[in-house]
């Protein structure tokens, strides 16, 4: 089955920086998209970063210039860069994939950014 689990959350200081992972497992990785979403408390899941299987990305306004997502196929991993991170970036930040149709995701991982 898809599984998908993300690592790499903790506490960071405004103006750092910290790298997510998420590796995936059931599916055939390297053909899929594989996205970012992060969900803050009282607020709705948003997306932060789509890579597809060819190497495409997206992300959303509010980070770009400052987060970079990639992917390694052959680990089967998914890579959340975050640079010059703010306050407003806390967040419990999910990865997602599609696959068959059906939209898959992780327990999450929760990133805080405090002094």
């Known amino acids: 089955q898809v599984q998908l689990v993300e690592s790499g959350g903790g506490l960071v200081q405004p103006g750092g920086s910290l790298r997510l992972s998420c590796a995936a497992s059931?599916?055939?990785?390297?053909?899929?998209?594989m996205s970012w979403y992060r969900q803050s408390p009282g607020k709705e899941r948003e997306l932060v970063a789509t890579i597809s299987s060819g190497g495409n990305t997206y992300y959303a306004d509010s980070v770009k210039g400052r987060f970079t997502i990639s992917r390694t196929n052959v680990k089967n991993t998914v890579y959340l860069q975050m640079n010059s991170m703010k306050h407003e970036d806390t967040a419990v930040y999910f990865c997602n994939a599609t696959v068959g149709g059906m939209g898959y995701w992780g327990k999450g991982t929760l990133v805080t950014v405090a002094s």
């Open positions: 059931g599916f055939t990785f390297r053909t899929y998209a």
